[in-house]
């Protein structure tokens, strides 16, 4: 079966702190891990996916298997950073996408 | 393109009556699917589709709902009867034909069931 867990509801920072939204998943196969980003009165839009290596907005996440983690992480955060995330896994083949529970991220001046 | 459509972006009712929503995917994407939004638990996938035929409906709370997609570019959700805890914001999102596609999610519709 495939889960995402997202431990915090509210991660809340100063502008310019280190930001690091946590992403646990199980799941038995070779997963394909995404985070989605949803700011206010916009729609769900992905972010980044851990295939593409990539660095969006300044934010990157790193696959660690052994841990089997996808944090998002990002140096300095920006008040414009402030935004629901969602994790996600898609499993081999295709199959559905899971999603977390999401982390909202606010970010004060 | 105008993006995955759905209506209505709000819906009051009743407990006891029966809601259909509706979505309308982006043109050559052949996979759709029902998201619901709750604070509680986030977003749950309740089914999707692949050319119209449904996958996984693993997700669907009970048999009050239901989710139809008679073709490429339509597909309803249905709740009979709708009950108060059935309030949430309901998402369709559609994809490309590969296993890595991303997701392209509608506005939502927002559920209150009273």
């Known amino acids: 079966a495939q889960r995402v867990t997202q431990p915090e509801k509210l991660l809340s920072v100063f502008k310019g702190a280190p930001v690091e939204l946590k992403c646990n998943y199980s799941?038995?196969?070779?997963?394909?891990l995404f985070w989605y980003v949803q700011y206010s009165r916009q729609r769900l839009q992905l972010l980044l996916r851990?295939?593409s290596r990539e660095s969006i907005k300044g934010f990157t996440a790193d696959l660690n298997k052994g841990e089997t983690s996808f944090h998002l992480k990002k140096p300095f955060a920006q008040e414009e950073d402030s935004a629901m995330y969602y994790c996600?896994?898609?499993?081999?083949?295709?199959?559905?996408?899971?999603f977390g529970t999401g982390t909202r991220l606010l970010v004060s001046p | 393109d105008a993006g995955v459509i759905q209506s209505p972006r709000h819906e009051v009712t009743e407990m006891g009556q029966e809601v259909t929503l509706r979505c309308k995917p982006i043109?050559?994407?052949?996979?759709l699917f029902w998201y619901r939004q709750t604070m509680m638990r986030g977003l749950e996938l309740l089914i999707y589709?692949?050319?119209?035929?449904?996958?996984?409906d693993s997700g669907m709370p009970e048999d009050r709902f239901s989710a139809k997609m008679p073709n490429a570019s339509f597909s309803t959700l249905k709740i009979q009867p709708s009950e108060p805890r059935d309030s949430a914001v309901y998402f369709c999102?559609?994809?490309?034909?590969?296993?890595?596609?991303?997701?392209?999610f509608g506005s939502g519709t927002q559920l209150s069931v009273l």
């Open positions: 999102a559609s994809s490309r034909p590969a296993t890595n596609e991303k997701l392209f």
């Open positions: 799941y038995s196969g070779s997963p394909e």
């Open positions: 851990h295939i």
């Open positions: 996600a896994l898609r499993g081999t083949g295709f199959q559905k996408l899971v």
């Open positions: 043109s050559g994407h052949n996979s």
């Open positions: 589709f692949n050319n119209n035929v449904p996958i996984d």
